[in-house]
């Protein structure tokens, strides 16, 4: 499967923005989906990750409520709404693809988007 991200952005503290990941392929709910994303220098962290039909959601403890991860598989595409955005929420936002279970860990991903900029002014 293919991915791309998109939605990034500059915005200002406590805003809000949506970020979008397309996916390529026929089996799109087959697979978990998950947002990570790296700061320059740091490893690249969990955000959110959701079950290939949507039922099951996870989030990182620093996301506190602001962040909802959803999904349309009809149109396969899945989704981050950001709210009450941080400046420590500034950081590359990386959509990923898993068929290996729900996971938080970065390597049970074998698929990922190229990435999108998420800027939080303060």
């Known amino acids: 499967v293919q991915l791309q991200a998109s939605g990034g952005g500059l915005v200002q503290a406590g805003g809000s923005l949506r970020l979008s990941c397309g996916a390529s392929?026929?089996?799109?709910?087959?697979?978990?989906m998950a947002w990570f994303r790296q700061v320059p220098g740091k490893e690249r962290e969990f955000v959110a990750v959701i079950s290939g039909s949507g039922s099951l959601k996870r989030y990182a403890d620093f996301v506190k409520g602001r962040f909802t991860i959803f999904r349309d598989n009809d149109k396969n595409m899945m989704y981050l709404q950001m709210t009450q955005l941080e400046s420590d929420d500034t950081a590359v936002y990386y959509c990923?693809?898993?068929?290996?279970?729900?996971?938080?860990?970065?390597?049970?991903?074998?698929?990922w988007g190229q990435g999108t900029l998420v800027t939080v002014s303060s």
């Open positions: 990923a693809a898993s068929s290996r279970g729900f996971a938080t860990t970065s390597t049970r991903y074998s698929y």
């Open positions: 392929g026929r089996t799109f709910s087959s697979y978990d």
